[in-house]
């Protein structure tokens, strides 16, 4: 069992930055595939990065790319999610979650997701 907690997020104007934390417990941290994933009202959710250690990966999708940058921390079991020039749509909730099915960005892949952090990017 993997618990997973988001933390960090918050009311920004555009432009500003904001850094999201996900705190994971339960199991070998470094032998996950770590995702966030996010949520814009009336919207579905959708891919916003991964990462993984065995081997080193990371993707962004294309709206992100440039601007977010994911890392993690193993000692602290959290995966981080720095953003930065924040545009209005990147406005949501945004959600941490963990695979060991290996590197994904279908989130179906992922069998472990946290609560979610509200993003609100203002003009």
Request: with cysteine; glycine share 12%.
């Amino acid at each position: 069992q993997v618990q997973l907690v988001e933390s960090g997020g918050g009311l920004v104007q555009a432009g500003d930055s904001l850094k999201l934390s996900c705190a994971a417990s339960g199991r070998t941290f470094s032998r996950y595939t770590m995702g966030w994933f996010r949520q814009a009202p009336g919207k579905e959710r959708e891919f916003v990065s991964a990462i993984s250690w065995n081997p080193g990966r990371i993707i962004y999708a294309d709206s992100v790319k440039g601007r977010f940058t994911i890392s993690g921390d193993n000692a602290k079991n959290t995966v981080y999610l720095q953003m930065n020039s924040l545009k209005l749509e990147d406005t949501g909730v945004y959600y941490c979650a963990a695979t060991f099915r290996g590197f994904d960005v279908r989130q179906y892949e992922y069998d472990y997701w946290g609560q979610g952090t509200q993003v609100t990017v203002s003009s």
